[in-house]
């Protein structure tokens, strides 16, 4: 039996949160947690747990201790507040195992309030739907690098209507079938036993399009020779990146092969692919075997050639490649490679162990497109990058691996594959 929070502002749409909570009770054996985060009280027997209640179970010291000092707040503090209360409601509803699946209803106030409280309150693979009049548009600041699913509700939630009330009862189908699923297999992994649950080595691998063939090849030999290894690819979108970090700090993963490294190339040239300053961090902190590359370091991505920023478009010494039509690359230059070598080699030594991290330096390439006769073929930046890492890990303990072969030789993908079942223990054949 499926419990199922459902978060809305009842003060502004309360019919519509009503119904949606009316479809989603049609379905047997299911029950609904009605969370108000509206400004104003609003009484109604559904309403579980109103914006009262959140304050007087959540509130701080420094926060209002009334409705009268909430209702006062301006907009933003308001749902600054909110979120944060509902967070923690959240929090303690998960712990305690009492919630299977979460679902909210709203314009962009409501989804701007109900987005952070999932992400932050509940991990990856915990059920996560957002009915919403802006999931049509850039949906990247709600979602992050999380596993919400966001449904457009094509017309305004401004009262219901046909439209309204088919989109409703599909997203009362969606958030029970999830929350089904999710409530099968938990129980399913509590039967199996901790010990057999965690049986697989869970191993990250970052790849982009021009690493694919390297990321395969490792991903094959890894699961192929090592049965119990189990292999995670992230997309090294900027998203991906996040993703895969914010799974290593939450003990998700064992271990990452972090090959293509292509997001440092995006935040600091500007490229619309970066994955924040913090990139490169979890691992280290973490303190898990962590092969790195630099895989697609020798680009940064924009969208449709018009959108590259003119001082790139008008340089006559700077290379763009139309990857497709939404995606325009720019070759990283000498400077720029240097700057990335540098920001690389600080992040790796900041701390944790030296023994478990190792740099992996593919000489032949850094993707498809810098091979030699490729377009992005450029020696002297690849080997500005080359020579910045080799002298920022000087002296750090940090093993660095040179190779003549290029990202997507399998040669290459294979040793570093070796590479990484000797950090775990895996590994009795390797020779170095």
């Known amino acids: 039996m499926p419990t199922i929070v459902l978060i809305g502002t009842c003060d502004t749409k309360l019919a519509e949160i009503l119904y949606l909570r009316s479809q989603i009770l049609l379905h047997p054996d299911t029950s609904v947690i009605l969370i108000d985060v509206g400004r104003q009280s609003v009484s109604h027997p559904a309403i579980t747990f109103g914006p009262s209640d959140l304050l007087s179970h959540y509130a701080t010291s420094s926060d209002p201790s009334s409705m009268e000092e909430l209702q006062s707040l301006p907009r933003n503090q308001l749902v600054e507040l909110m979120t944060r209360l509902c967070t923690r409601h959240i929090e303690y509803l998960f712990r305690q195992g009492e919630i299977q699946g979460i679902i909210s209803l709203g314009g962009s106030n409501a989804t701007s309030l109900a987005a952070p409280v999932m992400r932050n309150a509940l991990p990856i693979g915990f059920p996560k739907l957002m009915v919403s009049t802006v999931a049509s548009g850039d949906t990247g600041p709600y979602v992050g690098e999380t596993d919400i699913t966001m449904m457009y509700s094509v017309v305004d939630v401004a009262g219901l209507n046909g439209v309204l009330r088919g989109v409703l009862e599909n997203a009362a189908g969606a958030v029970v079938g999830m929350a089904n699923a999710y409530q099968k297999r938990t129980a399913e992994r509590e039967g199996r036993g ?110 449709p050639k018009g959108t590259v920023p003119e001082k790139f478009r008008k340089d006559n010494t700077r290379k763009l490649y139309e990857h497709n039509p939404t995606v325009t690359l720019l070759r990283t230059s000498v400077e720029e490679c240097k700057e990335i070598g540098r920001r690389m080699c600080e992040k790796l030594v900041e701390g944790g162990d030296a023994s478990n991290i190792q740099v992996w330096i593919p000489r032949g390439g850094l993707s498809m497109l810098s091979v030699p006769g490729a377009p992005f073929e450029d020696r002297d930046a690849d080997e500005a990058l080359f020579g910045t890492v080799r002298e920022g890990l000087k002296g750090s303990g940090i093993l660095i691996r040179d190779d003549n072969s290029d990202i997507n030789d399998k040669g290459f993908a294979h040793d570093v594959a070796e590479a990484m079942a000797r950090l775990l223990g895996l590994s009795s054949d390797y020779r170095s």
């Open 194 to 303: 901790r010990e057999e649950e965690r049986e697989k080595v869970r191993v990250g691998i970052t790849m982009f399009g021009v690493t694919t063939p390297g990321v395969d090849a490792i991903r094959q030999y890894l699961e192929e020779k090592y049965p119990v290894i189990e292999t995670l690819v992230f997309h090294a979108t900027g998203h991906g990146g996040k993703a895969m970090e914010r799974l290593v700090r939450a003990g998700e993963l064992d271990a990452v092969i972090d090959l293509t490294t292509t997001e440092l190339a995006d935040e600091l040239v500007g490229g619309v692919m970066s994955a924040g300053p913090d990139r490169m961090r979890a691992a280290v902190e973490k303190g898990i075997p962590y092969v790195v590359s630099l895989g697609a370091l020798d680009m940064v991505n924009f969208g």
